[in-house]
């Protein structure tokens, strides 16, 4: 610059624009400074009781210079001089730029003469250097110092704030709406900034100001005109502003961290004395449980029952795991308090914390021991106690067990030993009874040693004073008694078995004799009913007259079979004469059988009148299989003519279809005779027909007189036909092809030779690799290409067979010696003479009618230069004929 400039040796300052000349430029900015830099000395001024109104003037003696830098950096300057002289005046600036310097400002172009000499320009440069050193210098935000750091810091804290966007120290602040998010920012209670407008410059920088004024502290250094004007802001004039409010806003939170401070010391302090009462409250309810624990654990009262010394032990197991654990880690985490507040507390360079007496962590611990101790005597006094109760338990309830179980098996028995259920069974039921009563006897006898164990276990309990040995005596005294009792009804219940058992083997014998000759007897009714019951269906005289022999052979046999029904039926009189004479109750029918006499005589009736029925039926079907047997002869004579027949016209047409005897002509010919023959055949095929019918309305199904069917002759029948039809036709297109190729019979004759030499398979058909054997024996030399050329050519439909007509048409192409079309339309210059055209009556003329008709309905009038009414000509004929494709 070309007045004054400061290199402070941190380089805080970065270099800006000539300050001599911008003055020059702007006085307005001369005055922006005047009155920035004015009130930034009076708010450090006033801190001594004093202030200038004039910087350059008010500075001229050095004074208020020194008392500036004495506030501002808190130190003190060397004495000034008092004097009045100019000497004095120069003096005392020295000592204030010499300090200013040794702060590590360089000074440039500016000297204390210029100062004294109230040079307005040096001045304002003289206090912007101070300002820049002691206001600016030291702002440092993230990394950053000086201008850039309080820029920085200016665009963190107005970041959150819409309209705001601090990017300079000029016209970024000129709507205001930054310096009224600064002070948003911290101190929100201040300003409603949700009211601020942008297009309001000149509110938002007065309500600012006016604030930062009142509630900060910070004097009014900028006019809202001279901000909003159309100059740009000074610079420095707002750098200097707004480093008031960045001291201002930072002094305060320094505040704040003090305060913070004092109050976290405050906060351990009550942590401390918290952890204190928490430990001896804990400390004393812990010890006071334990005292009224151990009492208990000491207490060796026994008891009479074990349920009642169970419940001791799960009340001491629900001790061991509900009550104790919740103590134990409050003991430890009484330990880990102590513990804690110690440590807190020598950290804190407190005193030792002293707990009440007999509180002590070594207190606990041994009061806790105790408790352990008691514990575990308690633990050993419930174990051997309830060894003590379980064996006479175990003894009382062995007892209870076998009484239950013997109580058990006896339940029941006396009334099973006294009923009388043998009066009414059968023997079989007698036996059953008799063995069941002797596993009951034997069962009696194994029960015999419970019996014994049951008195020897009561005894014991009587012996060993059980508590409730009155109520054991009274079960063990009538579980004797009652066995006593079931040995008697044992005895008495053999007795009357054994007695029974023997009146009923005798009834049993004839009860088993007749089981044994009536139900071979009744199943032989029943399968003479059903035989003659049986609805037959035979399809042959053969069946039939087995049918009738076999009947015949039944009625034989009738006589011996009423013997034996007369036979058994003696043996079931001679039981009931038994029963009657020994007067026994009998419980039931024979166990053997359930064919009683009854049911016999009944079937042997039924049998009885079967048989002549049976005799009617056999007579009427062997009558209807005759009149059968007459109807398979006579179609199987029919079919057995028919069906060679056929067959036989099959083979003649294939042989005249593939030979070659004779002309086209004559096989067509031919062919139309066996046609006519074979239609004239027709009315054999309908009276089989009818033959056919018959049998189907007899429900005849088979046929041993012929091995051919009615299905068999109708298709052999419709391919006949179809046969002969499709020969015809092939013949006649042959023929077509023919005249119409003007192959000669000779050709026609080798075309057939070579197809029927190849027709390896005797189809009437070659596939596709005969075929082409058939073109390599005729001289044809051709790759995969041409042949499946020739190919799509034969075999249009891709059916991989060659019919004798495609072979024909092939051959007819590569050989035949036909007209061309220039042939054809050299003819038609022929007939037309020297015209260009030939009138329709000549072409009537000249063709058949049906010919002539066709070529006139298909052509086009002459339409040439010297047209002829009712004339055709070249072209109109040319596409009758072959169509546009061969023009």
Sequence with gaps: MDHYDSQQTNDYMQPEEDWDRDMLLDPAWEKQQRKTFTAWCNSHLRKAGTQIENIEEDFRDGLKLMLLLEVISGERLAKPERGKMRVHKISNVNKALDFIASKGVKL??????????????????????????????????????????????????????????IQNFHISWKDGLGFCALIHRHRP?????????????LTNLNTAFDVAEKYLDIPKML?????????????KAIMTYVSCYYHAFSGAQKAETAANRICKVLAVNQENEQLMEDYEKLASDLLEWIRRTIPWLENRAPENTMQAMQQKLEDFRD????????????????????????TKLRLSNRPAFMPSEGKMVSDINNAWGGLEQAEKGYEEWLLNEIRRLERLDHLAEKFRQ??????????????????????????SEIKALLKKHEAF??????????????????????????????????????????????GALTQKRREALERTEKLLETIDQLYLEYAKRAAPFNNWMEGAMEDLQDTFIVHTIEEIQGLTTAHEQFKATLPDADKERQAILGIHNEVSKIVQTYHVNMAGTNPYTTITPQEINGKWDHVRQLVPRRDQALMEEHTRQQQNERLRKQFGAQANVIGPWIQTKMEEIGRISIE???????????????????????????????????IQEALIFDNKHTNYTMEHIRVGWEQLLTTIARTINEVENQILTRDAKGISQEQMNEFRASFNHFDRKKTGMMDSEDFRACLISMGYNMGEAEFARIMSIVDPNRLGVVTFQAFIDFMSRETADTDTADQVMASFKILAGDKNYITVDELRRELPPDQAEYCIARMAPYSGPDAVPGALDYMSFSTALYGESDL
Aim: charged share 30%.
């Design 108 to 165: 440039v172009s500016i000297g204390a003469e210029e100062i004294v000499d109230g040079n307005v320009k040096m001045t304002l440069g003289m206090i912007w250097t101070i300002i820049l050193r002691f206001a600016i210098q030291d702002i440092s935000v993230e990394e950053t110092s000086a201008k850039e750091g309080l820029l920085l810091w200016c665009q963190r804290k107005t970041a959150p704030y819409k309209n705001v966007n």
């Design 189 to 201: 209670e201040l300003i409603d900034y949700g009211k601020l407008r942008k297009d309001d410059p």
């Design 223 to 235: 006019d809202a005109e001279d901000i909003i004007g159309p100059l740009r802001p000074d610079e």
């Design 319 to 342: 001790y061991r795991r509900l009550h104790k654990p919740p103590k134990v880690q409050e003991k430890c985490q009484l330990e880990i308090n102590f513990n804690t507040l110690q």
């Design 402 to 427: 076998k009484a239950s179980i013997h109580e058990s098996w006896t339940d029941g028995k006396e009334a099973m030993l006294q009923q009388k259920d043998y009066e009414t069974a059968t023997l």
């Design 441 to 486: 006897e034997s069962d009696l006898a194994a029960h015999q040693d419970r019996v014994e164990q049951i008195a020897a276990i009561a005894q014991e309990l009587n012996e060993l004073d059980y508590y409730d040995s009155p109520s054991v005596n009274a079960r063990c005294q009538k579980i004797c008694d009652q066995w006593d009792n079931l």
């Design 660 to 694: 070659m005897h004779g002309t086209l002509e004559d096989q067509l010919s031919h062919l139309r005779q066996y046609e006519k023959s074979i239609i004239n055949y027709k009315p054999k095929i309908d009276q089989l027909e009818g033959d056919h019918q018959q």
